[in-house]
């Protein structure tokens, strides 16, 4: 079984940074892609980035503000957020995809004050 945990959420203001690490455990081979969704309250959840072995995908609203990076030892993604605004205030969700099977985190907290 495949367990993905998030962490580094928390309350910042605004323009400040936060580094979000998911770590996978249990039986991980094949690994397709990783990213981070996040979910704002009464909205949609949304791709903020995704990291392939070819590929690095950035929802507009966060490139140039967001870095995704992949640990393959560890099997690790991280997602370093500067320049935060109120509407990057969500639930952010850590992805994997192993095969054509996706797995998915607890979700972390993030709220950016103004």
């Known amino acids: 079984q495949v367990q993905l945990v998030e962490s580094g959420g928390g309350l910042v203001q605004a323009g400040g940074s936060l580094r979000l690490s998911c770590k996978a455990s249990g039986i991980i081979f094949n690994i397709v892609a990783m990213g981070w969704y996040r979910q704002a309250p009464g909205k949609q959840r949304e791709l903020v980035a995704t990291?392939?072995?070819?590929?690095?995908v950035y929802a507009d609203s966060v490139k140039g503000r967001f870095t995704i990076s992949r640990d393959n030892a560890k099997i690790t993604v991280d997602l370093q957020m500067n320049s935060l605004t109120p509407e990057d205030t969500a639930v952010y969700y850590c992805?994997?995809?192993?095969?054509?099977?996706?797995?998915w985190g607890q979700g972390t907290q993030v709220t950016v004050s103004s």
């Open positions: 992805r994997m995809t192993l095969g054509s099977r996706d797995y």
């Open positions: 990291i392939t072995p070819r590929s690095t």
